[in-house]
């Protein structure tokens, strides 16, 4: 026996003669003897009251637990002994089963109808609702109607198989159980369905339960079934035996078994609460508030035990999941008491369930008791909690004693030894040693974990909202000082810990510190890192101690990062790195770090913190140039300011800075920045030229990278200064470098006598004159393109005139700039292009050269061409010259350089630059001439079509119309409208002139 459910009571046993039906009619029996008498017993202490109760009287009073008497005896109320008995309380009738069914009306039991049809019955259900009265007779079914009056109507009548043996109505049909199965009978139609067979060894046993469900009774099993016979996924009830008669009243299944009487639950797996003991017993019945038990001359009282005492029992003895749907079925009165007893018995039932390894399901009672979550963290004595976490009491939660009169048994016969004593909660030294490792292993952190996550939504959602009316109050003005100082503070600069003055967000700090552990501690990093990706209140302090013990490198970075703590993110993110490169780490990483990683966490930082970017970038920017220009360029980081800080922190690094910026924004860097960029060039070639020269292994022709950088960058950008770049360089080496910033300077002589008498490289100065000659091509205002070849020209034929007071030249005309003055500078990127071999003999093409006598046979260069030519003072450079001539005779000026060249020269020498020349010159001679006859042509057709144009023709016919009277023309005079096509008669022309006239002389229209 588990508990208690039901007192076992004597009521009467002196019956004298043999008990055929039983009913209770308030606190009164109504016994059917085998005599055919009707007997009416009472209790004691009612004695003097022997009348049956009113109808109202009797739906209030109940059954008691004390002896009964005999009242009284209405003899002859039966001719043959009774098959049962029924009150129909809301009808005030007493309906009875023996020879037929018969009616009385109740109190006095006056006979108000007598069904004859229902002689020889054996079985009957009655509709209350409907007031429909169904019995079996043979194999025959009738349904009769009660008129609301004396009598009974007639309704249908329906034949089956086979005798019935039980049947109860269920909804519009009746559930038939016939000698060997189950049918529905539609009592519409008399449509049968078969439902199941049958058991073999006891009788079919129909049993209806509150819900309108049925409870078929196989043997010793009970199957539950619907209204239309279809099986439940309830389950089965497993009797100890076949029942004979099945009692419900909730929540407990009574069945009245060979031996004694059967309790079970209707829950499921509806387990056996207790037996009754009681031999030969015949009938079992309901009353209001109990079970009657009859036997063959006496009458058992079973009495529910209070529910509070049941729950007490229950509790005690182990059994919470009974206790528990006991609680369900408390009064609604009690709603407090009743909170309060589920809330004991669910904190308890976790209890025993977590001691026994069951602990998910120790965490599902925990959280339907809605008991903090501090009294359970307090099970996980490795979990560290924040400070402020204020642990409940025990008994708070674990007194269930509650109200002592409501859950007193009175005289239900227990002792009080089965009254509620409380488990140990406090574990002996010895216990907790032993049960400490239980509890901290995967299966209860993982249970841990399930509850956290289902209370965290809540406790999140409060934080927040508490949260958000704090800024609302402080944007308001309210409480801007109070929540200054109680909420917590983050700082990318340092962490500050100070007490967040809210209960919820308390509550959230232990649940996410406490939840981020339990994770970690289970090998769940990645749900760790979710935890702290999103909104989290986890505790920084101890978290940050955890993660460090455990090397969660990457959960620590993650907390740092949504705590806003960025310096301690990338002071511990480079460490990482640095680890992760080293041969020899000193910690054990669980993963690899890479450089990159910190350029990442660097990026969103971009807009807030530029100069905790700028700090933190320089560890990257040697290992991840490209990467960490990319970074600054899309933080929007000025281009000035990142310079100034690497100039400042990381001057090896500014160059490397400068030239990716350039390479990858060569519009975006300003003018200062590449002035930077090549004056950090030029300082490192200095320092080269310094230590070889002292070395006396200086070689002009010698390049190494950094000068190679710095003859790209003088070429191709034009942001620097020259003439300070000028005042620099050496008087005695870097003639190349020289050169580009004389030319920078427009100097183009002082720049190709450096290519030529010290560098000694022709193609140098053959292309510097081919950028020259590009670049002012591209300027329209530029009329001569071809005097910078002449200026070559000139030099290659008298060197000792150029290279004479070389050096004077450019020392004067570097002391010669002003810094105030705005600096020349061609402002174009040279570049050589490759040139075209288009033919210009298209006549289309042709149109665009023009060709005048001094551009070939005259005119004057810049050079001075009257300048003498020193022949016998140097060697003239003849085959430079000659090979400028032939390689770029459609660039020079024939004319001019022939008159450069020396009288001794040979004609034979300039056929490669007089022979394409002259076939040029020849040939757009032709193709001017060709144009000029086309234009010519062109233009006598145009006169032509002016004169095709002017010439008008009109023709009048029979039919032409005079546009003013719309008369015929005739022969008449006739004028023409100048668009050609208007004809009108002369005198009607005339006449309109005439009106027109008239009316802008009126004086009428004069005053309007």
């Known amino acids: 026996m588990v508990h208690s459910a039901y007192d076992s009571f004597e009521l009467l046993n002196d019956s004298p003669t043999k008990i055929d039906a039983i009913e209770s009619y308030g606190s009164k029996l109504l016994l059917g003897c085998s005599d055919g008498s009707l007997r009416i017993y009472g209790p004691q202490t009612s004695g003097s009251d022997r009348s049956l109760p009113s109808d109202r009287h009797a739906q209030t009073v109940e059954l008691r637990k004390e002896p009964y008497t005999l009242e009284r005896t209405v003899n002859g109320f039966s001719k043959k002994p009774m098959v049962a008995m029924e009150v129909l309380g809301s009808r005030e009738l007493l309906l009875s089963l023996s020879e037929s069914i018969a009616f009385h009306r109740l109190p006095n039991l006056e006979t108000i109808a007598v069904i004859t049809k229902a002689k020889g019955a054996n079985v009957y259900s009655w509709d209350d609702r409907r007031g429909f009265l169904c019995f079996a007779r043979q194999k025959k079914i009738c349904i009769f109607r009660h008129d609301g009056g004396r009598g009974f109507v007639e309704v249908k009548e329906f034949g089956v198989p086979d005798t019935v043996k039980s049947m109860s109505w269920c909804g519009e049909n009746i559930c038939l159980g016939i000698r060997r199965e189950y049918m529905i009978l539609n009592a519409t139609n008399g449509a049968l369905f078969e439902v199941f067979p049958s058991g073999r060894i006891a009788p079919p046993l129909v049993v209806s339960l509150p819900s309108g469900e049925l409870l078929l009774g196989k043997d010793n099993i009970g199957v539950f079934v619907d209204q239309n016979g279809k099986l439940l996924q309830e389950g089965r009830i497993c009797w100890s035996e076949a029942p004979a008669v099945i009692v419900i009243q909730k929540p407990y299944a009574i069945?009245?078994?060979p031996r004694y009487v059967e309790i079970r639950s209707l829950r499921v797996p509806y387990p056996l609460i207790q037996t009754v003991v009681l031999r030969n017993v015949r009938r079992l019945l309901q009353s209001n508030n109990g079970i009657i038990v009859t036997l063959d001359n006496s009458v058992y009282g079973l009495f529910p035990v209070p529910l509070g005492a049941q729950i007490v029992q229950l509790t005690a003895s182990g059994n919470f999941e009974e206790a528990l749907a006991l609680c369900k079925l408390l009064p609604p009165e009690d709603s407090s008491l009743r909170a309060a007893k589920e809330q004991s018995i669910h904190i308890r039932y976790a209890h025993y369930l977590f001691?026994?390894?069951?602990?998910?399901?120790?965490?599902?009672?925990?959280?339907?008791?809605?008991?903090?979550?501090?009294?359970?963290?307090?099970l996980y004595t490795s979990i560290i909690l924040p400070k402020s976490a204020a642990v409940p009491e025990p008994e708070k939660f674990l007194d269930i004693a509650g109200d002592a009169s409501y859950l007193s048994r009175g005289s239900s016969g227990m002792s009080d030894d089965l009254e509620f004593s409380p488990p140990p909660q406090l574990l002996e030294s010895e216990e907790n040693a032993a049960l400490e490792?239980?509890?901290?292993?995967?299966?209860?952190?993982m249970a841990l974990i399930k509850f956290l996550q289902k209370k965290r939504y809540s406790i999140i959602e409060k934080a927040t909202a508490e949260g958000t009316e704090e800024v609302v109050s402080d944007a308001v003005g309210d409480n801007f000082v109070s929540y200054d100082l109680n909420r917590s503070k983050k700082s990318s600069k340092g962490r500050v810990n100070i007490t967040i003055g809210s209960g919820a967000r308390e509550m959230a700090a232990i649940l996410d510190t406490a939840l981020l552990q339990a994770l970690l501690l289970t090998g769940q990093s990645s749900a760790a890192l979710e935890l702290l990706k999103g909104l989290n209140y986890c505790d920084v302090k101890i978290c940050e101690e955890f993660l460090q013990k455990r090397?969660?490198?990457?959960?620590?970075?993650?907390?740092?990062?949504?705590?806003?703590?960025?310096?301690?993110?990338?002071?511990l993110l480079h460490q990482l790195v640095e680890e992760s490169i080293s041969e020899q780490p000193k910690t054990e990483l669980i993963q690899k770090f890479k450089p990159e990683?910190?350029?990442?966490?660097?990026?969103?930082?971009?807009?807030?913190d530029p100069m905790l970017v700028l700090e933190f970038s320089l560890l990257v920017l040697v290992s991840c140039p490209t990467q960490t220009i990319e970074l600054f360029l899309s933080g929007n980081i000025p281009a000035d300011l990142v310079n100034s800080y690497l100039k400042q922190h990381a001057p090896s690094m500014q160059a490397t800075y400068l030239e990716l910026m350039l390479a990858m924004n060569e519009n975006g860097i300003s003018g200062n920045l590449q002035n930077e960029m090549v004056q950090i060039y030029l300082s490192e070639v200095l320092d080269w030229y310094a230590d070889l020269s002292a070395q006396q292994k200086w070689d002009e022709k010698a390049y190494f990278p950094t000068r190679k950088k710095l003859l790209s960058a003088l070429e191709s950008i034009s942001g620097y200064n020259p003439e300070v770049l000028l005042k620099r360089l050496p008087a005695d080496a870097l003639y190349e470098e020289r050169a580009i910033l004389l030319g920078k300077m427009n100097q183009h002589e002082l720049a190709l006598s450096l290519y030529v008498h010290k560098l000694h490289v022709p193609e140098l100065a053959l292309s510097y004159c081919d950028r020259v000659y590009e670049s002012l091509l591209r300027q329209p205002s530029v009329k001569s393109y071809s005097n910078i070849y002449l200026t070559l020209l000139q030099i290659y034929l008298n060197p000792r005139r150029t290279t004479k007071n070389f050096e004077k030249r450019i020392t004067n005309l570097v002391s010669s700039?002003?810094?105030?003055?705005?600096?020349?500078s061609s402002g174009t990127s040279f570049k050589t292009k490759s040139r075209s071999g288009k033919k210009i003999a298209e006549i289309e093409g042709a149109e665009d050269i023009r060709i005048s006598p001094s551009s070939t046979d005259s005119g004057r260069s810049d050079v001075d061409a009257d300048d003498p030519i020193d022949e016998g003072g140097s060697t003239i450079m003849l085959d430079g010259v000659l090979d400028l001539l032939s390689r770029r005779w459609d660039r020079i000026n024939g004319a001019q350089a022939l008159k450069l060249l020396p009288k001794e020269t040979k004609l034979q020498n300039l056929l490669p630059f007089l022979g394409p020349l002259l076939r040029k010159s020849s040939e757009a001679y032709r193709n001017f001439s060709i144009i000029k006859s086309l234009r010519e042509s062109e233009n006598l057709q145009a006169k032509d079509e002016l004169y095709n144009q002017r010439r008008t023709l009109v023709k009048i016919t029979s039919e032409s119309m005079c546009s003013l009277c719309n008369k015929k023309i005739g022969t008449s005079v006739f004028a023409v409208y100048p668009n050609g096509k208007t004809l009108v008669h002369f005198v009607c022309f005339r006449d309109s002139q005439s009106m027109k006239a008239v009316v802008r002389s009126s004086p009428l229209r004069k005053r309007l």
């Open 255 to 257: 069945a009245l078994l």
């Open 355 to 378: 001691e026994n390894g069951s602990y998910e399901e120790a965490m599902e009672h925990f959280l339907a008791s809605q008991i903090e979550i501090t009294y359970v963290l307090t």
């Open 437 to 445: 490792s239980k509890k901290m292993s995967h299966n209860t952190l």
């Open 551 to 571: 090397n969660q490198y990457v959960a620590l970075l993650e907390l740092y990062k949504c705590n806003a703590m960025h310096r301690e993110a990338l002071k």
């Open 597 to 608: 990683m910190i350029i990442e966490y660097l990026k969103p930082l971009c807009g807030t």
């Open 817 to 824: 700039q002003n810094t105030g003055s705005p600096r020349v």
